[in-house]
């Protein structure tokens, strides 16, 4: 499931294999960049801000494209093929792209990519991260402090990069119920917990959240409904949580997270 930190493995992958290569095809396969033609332009580099990926070629030209549930990039060094899912193709003398199942796509002046990100809270993975970006991060997360907790750490307009994974696994190492308020926890713990997990694992093949790399043991509670809770064995629980239509499943273990839950 594309988070932050997948996003920004991404970028550095596209990048090492693309960056400075002319590019001798370049298919857009979106209703509205069908005609786009990035071909004979150098690839000069991918910027990830949060879930979004902007794609820079030369001419001052970024594709702006976002995962969403399902979308990748995948680097191969033989031509692959291509399939209904593929949105788009780049390729160098020796190197293909393929953008599958990419959520959004739009092309836009490099100088001009904030106006499609500038709703988004502070990017968790930002190189120039510093006190003001955590002070914004921890404004907007309390802002509503009633607010669920679970709903909160999921709005990239409050800080930008966690998704459903690193949501559930922070309402555990906070040793509460994802349906707490805001208000039930020490938001600057909270903020820097999501940067310390999104940085841990922002070039990590496997993520994982419990610091223990063998197989099966990389989360607390995330999809451990059969296996049980990590730390006391007790069994995981699921229900969905957030408005209706973006209802996200939510994994928690009631004994080793106090607090409201749903009934059922």
């Not at 509503?144 to 909160?152: F, I, K, Q, T, V």
């Not at 809770?229 to 080793?256: F, M, N, S, W």
Request: proline share 7%; glycine share 10%.
């Amino acid at each position: 499931m594309p988070e932050g930190d997948t996003v920004y493995a991404t970028a550095q992958r596209l990048a090492s294999a693309l960056g400075g290569a002319v590019l001798r095809r370049a298919e857009l396969r979106h209703p509205r960049l069908a005609t786009a033609d990035l071909t004979g332009r150098v690839f000069e580099g991918a910027r990830p801000v949060g879930k979004h990926l902007f794609l820079r070629f030369g001419g001052d030209i970024s594709l702006h494209c976002h995962l969403g549930m399902d979308g990748s990039w995948r680097i191969h060094t033989r031509r692959p093929p291509i399939s209904h899912r593929t949105r788009a193709v780049l390729a160098t003398s020796d190197k293909y792209a393929l953008g599958n199942l990419l959520l959004e796509m739009a092309l836009v002046r490099t100088p001009e990519e904030h106006r499609l990100v500038d709703h988004l809270g502070p990017d968790l993975l930002d190189p120039d991260w510093s006190d003001e970006h955590h002070a914004r991060a921890v404004r907007g997360l309390t802002a509503d402090p009633e607010r669920e907790l679970g709903d909160a750490l999921l709005d990239q307009r409050l800080m930008a990069g966690v998704g459903n994974v690193f949501k559930v696994e922070m309402c555990f190492l906070l040793g509460v119920s994802p349906w707490v308020p805001v208000s039930a926890v020490d938001p600057d713990r909270t903020v820097d917990l999501a940067r310390r997990l999104l940085l841990r694992n922002a070039l990590r093949p496997v993520r994982n959240t419990t610091g223990d790399p063998r197989r099966g043991r990389e989360t607390w509670v995330y999809g451990r409904q059969r296996e049980g809770c990590l730390r006391c064995g007790g069994r995981v629980r699921k229900a969905d949580q957030g408005p209706r239509a973006r209802e996200r499943i939510t994994y928690y273990c009631p004994h080793c997270q106090p607090g409201p839950a749903p009934q059922g």
